[in-house]
């Protein structure tokens, strides 16, 4: 199962450089994609951030949320079960090594995601990110851009 970071996640939604190997990759999947709540609320929070950032317009983030829910709605995302109990035991212990990786709090969340959904494979452009996933025992795929 291919968990995506949401800097990759935003990639299938907004134009931007690394989208078209992100599309490759999840097109290379025959199952639905992870999505939990956290990733959720920042890919929204992202969309709008771009209105603000006047990159795009409130409508088209309006458009690519409700693409967001469409897509959930036709099963190619799902909402896993995730102990909040265990997240946070996961987190723990990989935060320990932000001292060696500087990673930040959500970088760490997602690769902790990850390890508790038992995603076979990892993607995002964030290079602390990558070497956290790989510590933690995951398939790091770096998107060629």
Excluded at 8 to 33: H, M, N, T, W
Excluded at 36 to 50: D, G, P, V
Excluded at 70 to 76: A, N, P, Q, S
């Amino acid at each position: 199962m291919l968990y995506l970071d949401t800097s990759a996640l935003l990639k299938l939604y907004i134009r931007e450089l690394g989208s078209e190997a992100v599309q490759a990759c999840v097109a290379g999947q025959d199952q639905p994609l992870p999505i939990w709540e956290m990733q959720e609320a920042e890919l929204i929070n992202a969309l709008r951030l771009k209105v603000f950032w006047k990159e795009i317009t409130s409508a088209q983030a309006n458009t690519q949320m409700e693409l967001l829910s469409k897509r959930r709605r036709l099963g190619l995302y799902f909402f896993p079960e995730i102990q909040r109990s265990n997240l946070m035991d996961t987190f723990r212990r990989l935060s320990a090594e932000t001292p060696r990786l500087g990673c930040r709090t959500m970088d760490i969340f997602h690769v902790a995601c990850a390890v508790e959904i038992a995603a076979t494979e990892f993607l995002t452009f964030d290079h602390r990110q990558r070497s956290l996933a790989a510590h933690a025992g995951l398939k790091v795929t770096v998107p060629t851009v």
